[in-house]
């Protein structure tokens, strides 16, 4: 089951073009350019190292570290050797024991930073057998798997089990060589998506070392970022911030948004702030991969445009089948009907071929029988002056069943009696009735996780 040299290589023409672009810089960590050549290095020494090692197929490897040269040449080199690679990153909580069981990692590749402003590798582990079936199904073809974890904040994290060689076929075609900013990291579907588009067209990847508005701001100007790829929580933390007026980002075209649902006025916002920036709504779901997208221009319209996959709409719930899909998760039942059809759980709208994503049917609250998508309300509350941040969930009531709830950040301090009048009079001509929040609290917490997405895990569904 196990080797000690690499198995036939997955994807030979992505490793084979990595080589073409030789000094070209594929990564900047730290404000440290890496050009492909020496990353190409890393792999090999890698590749040493794993087979001293005996890590090959079937290897299961926790890496642990950011998008430094160093791991993104270990990634590259355990998918060329065959292996199964959980990415863990240190931004953010990490349930590492579960993840390790879970995953049945057999090996664990820990980076450190070290005061001179390099890194170490620390490497634990022996060879073990794995037992999961889906695991064992990646090891009958020989190909390379990757799992991901779910970032949710109760109960252990959910594995989501790709097979690297589909993964990586979606990129055959190379794109346009482009410098893009590393946001979402290589533990996130969106994260992996970033990196293997950015390698196989030449361009260059740039990291930071937080995901705060004036951090990314700075390393935008500092390197001349085309394409950043973000959700509209950081959006939206960068606009009522400023950054944007604090830094030169005269080089950014592209602003790739997604992982939620955007509010409409964040979006035009967005657009009046930074008007030389095409925005573009992207779809990705950990289970499929990142989908290929065009959005109608200021609007929440958005068509899906790749080759190789096929969407559908049944009773206004979005589901996909494509090539790129998971094969299926290590400890959870999966969401596949019998002909390979993916349930997104995402409630849509129809208009020709674009679609208007709602919110998850997980978050629908239902007061009194009448739908209400959290993320139309939380639009209207964020165009209230005084609002941060905002959350809307489903609370439950012995009459309607449930009634729509809110918490809220605010940007200065306000009596709770006094933002309630406000907020019911600017909602009046805004929703109807049942959509105003009933249940109101005030918060100083983040509703927001490690990836800057909103959490909805948490919230009160009872009196």
């Known amino acids: 089951m196990y080797g000690t040299s690499p198995a036939p290589l997955p994807a030979p023409w992505f490793f084979e ?3 073409t672009f030789g000094d070209a810089i594929a990564l900047v960590h730290r404000d440290r350019p890496v050009s492909y050549r020496t990353l190409i290095e890393r792999l090999h020494a890698w590749d040493a190292e794993l087979a001293t090692r005996g890590i090959g197929p079937g290897s299961v490897v926790l890496l642990e570290g950011a998008s430094s040269a160093s791991a993104v040449g270990l990634l590259l080199a355990l998918i060329r050797r065959g292996a199964i690679t959980a990415p863990l990153t240190t931004q953010g909580p990490v349930a590492r024991d579960a993840i390790t069981a879970v995953a049945e990692a057999a090996w664990h590749v820990s980076f450190q930073d070290t005061t001179e402003g390099n890194e170490t590798a620390t490497i634990v582990g022996a060879p073990r057998a794995v ?14 798997g990757l799992v991901l974890f779910s970032s949710g904040s109760t109960g252990t994290p959910k594995g989501v ?3 690297c060689t589909a993964l990586l076929e979606k990129f055959v075609r190379p794109g346009k060589r482009k410098t893009t900013l590393s946001f979402l990291l290589f533990d996130h579907i969106g994260g992996v998506d970033t990196l293997f588009n950015t390698l196989s067209s030449g361009g260059t ?13 700075a390393a935008i100007a500092a390197h001349r970022v085309h394409t950043l790829p973000t959700s509209p929580t950081f959006l939206n933390m960068l606009l009522l911030g400023g950054a944007h007026e604090r830094h030169d980002l005269s080089s950014l075209r592209l ?32 289970e499929l ?11 929440l319209w958005v068509q899906f445009t790749g080759e190789g996959y096929e969407t559908q709409i049944r009773d206004g719930v979005l589901w996909v089948r494509t090539p790129t899909s998971m094969l299926g998760y290590l400890n959870a039942p999966d969401r596949f009907d019998a002909d390979g059809w993916f349930c997104t759980e995402d409630a849509v709208e129809v208009d020709g071929d674009y679609l208007r994503i709602l ?9 009194g029988g009448r739908k209400v998508y959290p993320a139309e309300v939380e639009a209207v509350l964020l165009d209230l002056a005084n609002v941060r941040d905002v959350t809307v969930f489903g609370r439950a009531n012995p009459l309607t069943g ?5 918490r809220v950040n605010l940007i200065a301090p306000e009596a709770l009696s006094d933002f309630k009048r406000r907020m019911r009079g600017f909602c009046k001509d805004r929703l109807p009735s049942y959509k105003i929040p009933v249940h109101v609290e005030l918060t100083e917490e983040n509703q927001f996780g490690s990836r800057l997405k909103k959490m909805r895990n948490n919230t009160v569904t009872s009196p």
């Open 131 to 144: 037992t999961t079936p889906i695991l064992s199904r990646l090891i009958d073809r020989n190909h390379p």
């Open 359 to 367: 919110g998850r049917t997980s978050d629908l609250i239902n007061v």
């Open 17 to 19: 073009r990595l080589a």
């Open 255 to 286: 602003v790739a948004y997604g992982t939620e649902p955007m509010p409409a006025s964040v979006l035009a916002r967005l657009g009046e702030a930074l008007p030389q920036v095409a925005l573009l709504q992207t779809y990705g779901l950990s």
């Open 402 to 406: 449930q009634i729509v709830a809110t």
């Open 161 to 163: 089990v790709h097979d």
């Open 289 to 299: 991969g990142v989908l290929r997208t065009r959005s109608r221009a200021g609007t």
């Open 205 to 217: 990847l740039v990291t930071t070392a937080a995901r705060d508005p004036d951090t990314v701001c």
